[in-house]
T-cell receptor
Framework: QQPVQSPQAVILREGEDAVINCSSS?????VHWYRQKHGEAPVFLMI?????EQKGHEKISASFNEKKQQSSLYLTASQLSYSGTYFC?????????FGKGTRLHILP | DSGVTQTPKHLITATGQRVTLRCSPR?????VYWYQQSLDQGLQFLIQ???????AKGNILERFSAQQFPDLHSELNLSSLELGDSALYFC????????????FGPGTRLTVT
């Protein structure tokens, strides 16, 4: 079951904040977040595991509500480099299924 | 550079043909994932291998098959190609299982004419 991401697209000015949501109809073991710039491969941002453990490489925060099967990615004080498409991947039944993505465009 | 390599970078072929896409994971990574990305379809999970064994299957067509070899490289075979198979095919690897980050290769762009 593909997770649902919202919004589908966001346009921000540099320095503004954004929240991207991801929800699933299935019980989740983990949620993964990736960013893909145009013409490039997706790049890992963060994993949130059931039980509260988080793994991330960048100064981006996220939350995982296990009971509601939802996750949110918080982008604060956005920079031009944040532009791209953000994908959430939800893990259940030993599979990671990605959503359709949220396109984020940052204006100077 | 993620450390994952994919060949070829581009592939143009005709309908009905068969192609093989190759992926070499990062050194030491045991898991290999294959994804198909079409316009507006996001990343469609196809299949995962872990240390040579099939671990999970997604929306992979019966015309598609994959394997992971003892040296951990993987191949995705696409046969009886249709126009709708035109897409970007990504391979990703992770050190162990789904609790670890995936590193994506640069992708193979397949065009079926």
């Amino acid at each position: 079951q593909q997770p649902v991401q919202s919004p589908q697209a966001v346009i921000l000015r540099e320095g503004e904040d954004a929240v991207i949501n991801c929800s699933s109809s299935k019980a989740l073991y983990s949620v993964h977040w990736y960013r893909q710039k145009h013409g490039e491969a997706p790049v890992f941002l963060m994993i949130l595991l059931k039980g509260g453990e988080q793994k991330g490489h960048e100064k981006i925060s996220a939350s995982f509500n296990e009971k509601k099967q939802q996750s949110s990615l918080y982008l604060t004080a956005s920079q031009l480099s944040y532009s791209g498409t953000y994908f959430c991947g939800t893990e259940s039944d030993d599979k990671i299924i990605f959503g359709k993505g949220t396109r984020l465009h940052i204006l100077p | 550079d993620s450390g994952v390599t994919q060949t070829p970078k581009h592939l143009i072929t005709a309908t009905g043909q068969r192609v093989t896409l190759r992926c070499s994971p990062r050194s030491g990574d045991l898991s290999v994932y294959w994804y198909q990305q079409s316009l507006d379809q996001g990343l469609q999970f196809l299949i995962q291998y872990y240390n040579g064994e099939e671990r999970a299957k997604g929306n992979i067509l019966e015309r598609f098959s994959a394997q992971q070899f003892p040296d951990l490289h993987s191949e995705l075979n696409l046969s009886s190609l249709e126009l709708g198979d035109s897409a970007l095919y990504f391979c990703a690897s992770s050190s162990r299982d789904n609790s670890y980050e995936q590193y994506f290769g640069p992708g193979t762009r397949l065009t079926v004419t």
